[in-house]
């Protein structure tokens, strides 16, 4: 899922893929607005099948918040 996660940070903002780390916060080091945060965690929860609360999604602020809640939420078998 880190892989996915880093693949579309990396499309959606133009930031090399290397860059991103589990610590990277995407706002602040990847300069990502809140529209795009959204966006992208839209298409996240289309391809997993997961929904993610929006009280949750000012806690995922960085790549590796955000990758372990979709690991740990994602339907058996995806």
Do not use: C, H, Q, W
Request: overall charge negative; proline content about 3%.
């Amino acid at each position: 899922m880190f892989e996915k996660i880093t693949s579309m940070l990396s499309d959606y903002l133009k930031v090399d893929k290397s860059k991103i780390t589990r610590d990277t916060d995407i706002k602040k080091d990847l300069k990502a607005d809140s529209l795009l945060v959204v966006e992208m965690l839209f298409a996240l929860e289309d391809e997993t099948g997961i929904t993610i609360p929006d009280e949750m999604v000012e806690e995922l602020t960085n790549v590796g918040k955000l990758t372990d809640y979709i690991e740990a939420n994602m339907p058996k078998g995806k």
